[in-house]
């Protein structure tokens, strides 16, 4: 069974850091990229950032972009964001998703699509708050 499962998440001051992970289980990860979404109330699910499974190329939202670093690590089939300067605008629940291997074996990641119908494998969610 495929299963994505993130962990990490919590409660940080502005500034702080945080490290979240995404453990993958039923599939090996090396053939798939990965990407991390994010979705706060009242907002639209924000792909924040992908990194390719042929060479590690990632991608970062601007909003995130010199804070935020994706990792994956193939030997522990997880994958990794590393989150530094927090702030209160990051809060929101983190997601790791991907899908086909027919898409996203060679995707990459330029981007992090946003048509959620791309993503068949997704995991339930992390919080993250940043509050002082």
């Known amino acids: 069974q495929v299963q994505l499962v993130e962990s990490g998440g919590g409660l940080v001051q502005p500034g702080g850091s945080l490290r979240l992970s995404c453990a993958a289980s039923?599939?090996?990860?090396?053939?798939?990229?990965m990407n991390w979404f994010r979705q706060s109330p009242g907002k639209e699910r924000e792909g924040v950032s992908c990194?390719?499974?042929?060479?590690?190329?990632?991608y970062y939202a601007d909003s995130v972009k010199g804070r935020f670093t994706i990792s994956r690590d193939n030997a522990k089939n997880t994958v990794y964001l590393q989150m530094n300067d927090l702030k209160p605008e990051d809060t929101a629940v983190y997601y790791c998703?991907?899908?086909?291997?027919?898409?996203?074996?060679?995707?990459?990641?330029?981007?992090?699509?946003?048509?959620?119908?791309?993503?068949?494998?997704w995991g339930q969610g992390t919080q993250v708050t940043v509050s002082s």
């Open positions: 990194i390719s499974a042929s060479d590690g190329s990632t």
């Open positions: 039923g599939f090996t990860l090396d053939y798939y990229a």
């Open positions: 998703a991907t899908g086909s291997p027919s898409l996203w074996r060679d995707y990459p990641c330029s981007s992090v699509p946003g048509y959620i119908y791309l993503y068949d494998y």
